[in-house]
T-cell receptor, first 115, second 112 residues
Framework: GAGVSQSPSNKVTEKGKDVELRCDPI?????LYWYRQRLGQGLEFLIY????????KSGLPSDRFSAERTGESVSTLTIQRTQQEDSAVYLC?????????????FGPGTRLTVL | DQQVKQNSPSLSVQEGRISILNCDYT??????FLWYKKYPAEGPTFLIS?????DKNEDGRFTVFLNKSAKHLSLHIVPSQPGDSAVYFC???????????FGKGTSLLVTP
C-alpha cells in the first residue's frame, strides 16, 4: 500500500514569509509525528497527534510553529515568519497505535530553505 | 541536550566484513531502542529494535546488542554489502512512549 507522503518535496522561501507543509499518513494509522532534521543533526521531535486526543506540542521550538490534523488523516505544519534557522528537512511519520514500540513509518521529508 | 549520541559520523568497511555502529544514551528511563537506515532523499526506514529487557536481538545479517549498565548499544552487520551504504540512526524512547530521541547518525560506506 501507499506509504507516508509529504508535499512539497522542496520549498525555498524568503525570511519572514509563512510556509505550510503537508503530510498524508498511511491509511488507518492513528498516530502522526513531525520531526525536524537540521544539517548535521539528528531528528528532533516536534509534535505528536494520536486520534482525537490533544496533541503533544512539547517539541515545537517557538510559537511561530503550529500544526493541525483533521481526524486521522492529513496534517499540516505551519511556520510563520520564517527565519534562516528554520532551514531543515521536515519529516512526518505515522504508526498504527500510540506507542513507538510500533515502528514509525517516515515520509521522504520536505526540505525547507529560508533565504 | 543530546540524549542519544553517535560519536562516529562515518565508517568505511569492505564488502563481506563486519560493520559495527555504536550508540550511547544518557537517559536511564529509555526502555526501547531502534535503528533506522536512511538513503539520500528518502525518509528513514526501520531496521531493527530491542527492548531493554533483552541484551541481543538478531534479524538476518543485523544484530543489535544492548548493554544497559554502560548505556550503550551497537548494531552489527555481517556480512556487509554495498547496498548497506546509508546513514544509520540510533533512536530511543521511554519518557513518553512515543516520541523518539535520535542520534546524529553514522554514515556507513561499504566498498566492494
Amino acid at each position: 500500500g501507499a506509504g507516508v507522503s509529504q508535499s512539497p518535496s522542496n520549498k525555498v522561501t524568503e525570511k519572514g514569509k509563512d510556509v505550510e507543509l503537508r503530510c498524508d499518513p498511511i491509511s488507518g494509522h492513528t498516530a502522526l509525528y513531525w520531526y525536524r532534521q537540521r544539517l548535521g543533526q539528528g531528528l528532533e521531535f516536534l509534535i505528536y497527534f494520536q486520534g482525537n486526543s490533544a496533541p503533544d506540542k512539547s517539541g515545537l521550538p517557538s510559537d511561530r510553529f503550529s500544526a493541525e490534523r483533521t481526524g486521522e488523516s492529513v496534517s499540516t505544519l505551519t511556520i510563520q515568519r520564517t527565519q534562516q534557522e528554520d532551514s531543515a528537512v521536515y519529516l512526518c511519520a505515522s504508526t498504527p497505535g500510540r506507542i513507538s514500540y510500533n515502528e514509525q513509518f517516515f515520509g521522504p521529508g520536505t526540505r525547507l530553505t529560508v533565504l | 541536550d543530546q540524549q542519544v549520541k553517535q560519536n562516529s559520523p562515518s565508517l568505511s568497511v569492505q564488502e563481506g566484513r563486519i560493520s559495527i555502529l555504536n550508540c550511547d544514551y544518557t537517559n536511564s528511563m529509555f526502555d526501547y531502542f531502534l535503528w533506522y537506515k536512511k538513503y539520500p532523499a528518502e525518509g528513514p526506514t526501520f531496521l531493527i529494535s530491542i527492548s531493554s529487557i533483552k541484551d541481543k536481538n538478531e534479524d538476518g545479517r543485523f544484530t543489535v546488542f544492548l548493554n544497559k549498565s554502560a548505556k550503550h548499544l551497537s548494531l552489527h552487520i555481517v556480512p556487509s554489502q554495498p547496498g548497506d551504504s546509508a546513514v544509520y540512526f540510533c533512536a530511543a524512547s521511554g519518557d513518553s512512549g512515543y516520541a523518539l530521541n535520535f542520534g546524529k547518525g553514522t554514515s556507513l560506506l561499504v566498498t566492494p
